[in-house]
């Protein structure tokens, strides 16, 4: 997470994403279910509902003036809470 966080703060968005959507993630940041469980290998599971809510009130929580998108200094009062 710290490299990530770094890598964030730099400017490179492109290195984070590259993971996450390997990972099955999307531009959402939703899970990708996947019926087809012929990749045994990298197996992709799915948020519920519930989790996925639970994130969004958190991320709403911390953006502050609402715009949709987390400042660094938003970041900084999310990341500092835990």
Same mark, same amino acid.
């Given at each position: 997470?710290?490299?990530?966080?770094?890598?964030?703060?730099?400017?490179?968005?492109?290195?984070?994403?590259?993971?996450?959507?390997?990972?099955?993630?999307?531009?959402?940041?939703?899970?990708?279910?996947?019926? !087809?469980?012929? #990749? $045994?290998?990298?197996?992709? /599971?799915?948020?519920?509902?519930?989790?996925?809510?639970? %994130? @969004?009130?958190?991320? !709403?929580?911390? #953006? $502050?003036?609402?715009?949709? /998108?987390?400042?660094?200094?938003?970041?900084?009062?999310? %990341? @500092?809470?835990?």
């Amino acid at each position: 997470v710290f490299l990530h966080a770094l890598f964030i703060e730099r400017g490179r968005l492109e290195t984070t994403w590259a993971v996450l959507t390997t990972f099955g993630y999307g531009k959402t940041l939703d899970l990708a279910i996947v019926t !087809d469980k012929s #990749d $045994a290998v990298h197996p992709k /599971v799915g948020l519920s509902q519930r989790a996925n809510a639970y %994130f @969004g009130e958190i991320f !709403d929580a911390f #953006d $502050a003036d609402g715009d949709g /998108v987390l400042s660094p200094k938003e970041q900084d009062q999310l %990341f @500092g809470s835990f």
